[in-house]
T-cell receptor, first 113, second 110 residues
């Protein structure tokens, strides 16, 4: 079966702009989690959505938001971009939202100039 | 702040050598996972350990969870170039928060 897909794969934005990233989970998976990966901070949890509801949230400012649609596809939005937002944004899906088995997509590489 | 410390940060070895990488914390985790990430891809789950003292084997990879559930190790026997990648450990605490280590970047030279 198809894996987790993320679009776009690469994105270049300027400071102050906003961006929306998309994630399509594996068919049948109801949970989608978002992570930010940077060389300095490593992989950090942003939030998790399960059945269209945010269930867990990491320690990120309110500029980072997300949502999940009825087909389990999820979007993440970052407003008023800062240089420090440059990172690889990964989403992961799992069947029941369990941490036991989650599958990551290839990520969206965001560069803020 | 990294709650999970991974060591070494970088490791470069020749094909056929053995190696061990470590994941340490002062916190207790209800479960711990190991992932491998290759360039341009997302992390791939290798194993989940949940019981203190647990040892799991996956072909040439051996994973151990510490008795106190605060640390873990990954041992690779007879490393191959295909083992090259970033190895990440991730711990789930009792508050259902998952934390990742910064990773060990392994290069296996043919």
């Amino acid at each position: 079966k198809a894996g987790v897909t993320q679009t776009p794969r690469y994105l270049i934005k300027t400071r102050g702009q906003q961006v929306t990233l998309s994630c399509s989970p594996i068919s049948g998976h109801r949970s989608v989690s978002w992570y930010q990966q940077t060389p300095g901070q490593g992989l950090q949890f942003l939030f998790e959505y399960f059945s269209e509801t945010q269930r867990n949230k990491g320690n990120f400012p309110g500029r980072f938001s997300g949502r999940q649609f009825s087909n389990s596809r999820s979007e993440m939005n970052v407003s008023t971009l800062e240089l420090g937002d440059s990172a690889l944004y990964l989403c992961a899906s799992s069947r029941q939202g369990s941490w036991v088995e989650q599958y990551f997509g290839p990520g969206t590489r965001l560069t803020v100039t | 702040t990294q709650l999970l410390e991974q060591s070494p940060q970088f490791l470069s070895i020749q094909e056929g050598e053995n190696l061990t990488v470590y994941c340490n914390s002062s916190s207790v985790f209800s479960s711990l996972q190991w992932y491998r990430q290759e360039p341009g891809e997302g992390p791939v789950l290798l194993v989940t350990v949940v019981t203190g003292g647990e040892v799991k084997k996956l072909k040439r990879l051996t994973f151990q969870f510490g008795d106190a559930r605060k640390d873990s190790s990954l041992h690779i026997t007879a490393a191959q170039p295909g083992d090259t990648g970033l190895y990440l450990c991730a711990g789930l605490n009792n508050n259902n928060d998952m934390r990742f280590g910064a990773g060990t970047r392994l290069t296996v030279k043919p």
